[in-house]
């Protein structure tokens, strides 16, 4: 499990943060932090987390599944909605605000999850415009090539296809990045670039997070109820467990230690 020394270890070079892992500021060697959780390890301490901290995840799920369900009804009365999509990046960034405290050791509770609608707005929406678009954009492609009768037309599917995959791996990596506590001071631009960057850096590994959550919330959505109450908070919980001690020892090898004086 993470913990805030471990976290403390972390500098980022753009911001000049602090290095050392001890109280004296030594630089910290990418062995001196944690290897992280396989998937299963993930999945099992997330389940454990789950059980301890349901009664502050439960309502945050409740409150991300009402506004899916009020945006996909929108949806449904009018194209014109899809606008609004993007506003389910405020209960998304609120789950992964209560998961990334409890994989921090952090102290939680619901109102974690309510901060998501009144801080970071504006970074939040961009976020999740941004994943929003990219995804209709190659959603569409995918349509226009598989209706398409010229072999062009099936690569440009194809290669839609792959960037779909891509993006589903991003948002998970990126989320729990995105507002991890022990990076709030950071600029935005850094925190998506690591994202992008583990995505890159350990393919197989986040691929085997995004279909193995894949699998989970398409169940989930056959048993509504698991959906709409724990399920997508348990998603959050599995990806933060993998996503953030492999982001910290990422950002280790990328800072590099520091020459003593």
Do not use: C, K
């Not at 789950?50 to 899916?68: C, E, I």
């Not at 995505?199 to 279909?211: D, E």
């Amino acid at each position: 499990m993470a913990s805030r020394a471990d976290a403390r270890a972390l500098r980022s070079a753009e911001v000049g943060g602090e290095v050392g892992g001890d109280e004296g500021g030594a630089p910290a060697a990418v062995d001196d932090l944690p290897a992280g959780p396989s998937l299963r390890g993930a999945i099992a301490t997330a389940l454990h987390d789950a059980y301890f901290h349901s009664w502050r995840l439960l309502p945050a799920n409740v409150v991300w599944s009402v506004t899916a369900i009020i945006l996909l009804i929108a949806n449904l009365a009018t194209p014109l909605a899809l606008v609004l999509l993007p506003l389910l990046g405020l209960p998304t960034a609120g789950l992964f605000r209560v998961s990334t405290r409890i994989v921090r050791g952090e102290a939680v509770s619901f109102w974690d999850a309510a901060d998501a609608w009144r801080l970071d707005v504006r970074q939040t929406l961009a976020v999740s415009a941004s994943l929003v678009a990219a995804s209709l954009v190659l959603a569409a492609n995918v349509t226009l090539g598989i209706t398409s009768t010229s072999p062009l037309g099936w690569v440009l599917a194809t290669l839609a296809a792959w960037g779909l995959v891509g993006l589903w791996l991003l948002a998970w990596t990126l989320w729990p990045i995105l507002v991890d506590p022990q990076r709030s001071g950071r600029p935005a631009r850094d925190r998506i670039r690591v994202a992008a960057l583990l995505v890159l850096a350990h393919p197989f590994r986040i691929g085997a997070l995004g279909v193995a959550l894949a699998i989970f919330l398409a169940a989930s959505t056959v048993a509504i109820v698991a959906l709409v109450t724990i399920s997508v908070a348990l998603s959050a919980l599995v990806a933060s467990r993998l996503v953030l001690p492999a982001a910290d020892r990422l950002e280790a090898q990328l800072v590099g230690p520091t020459p003593l004086s």
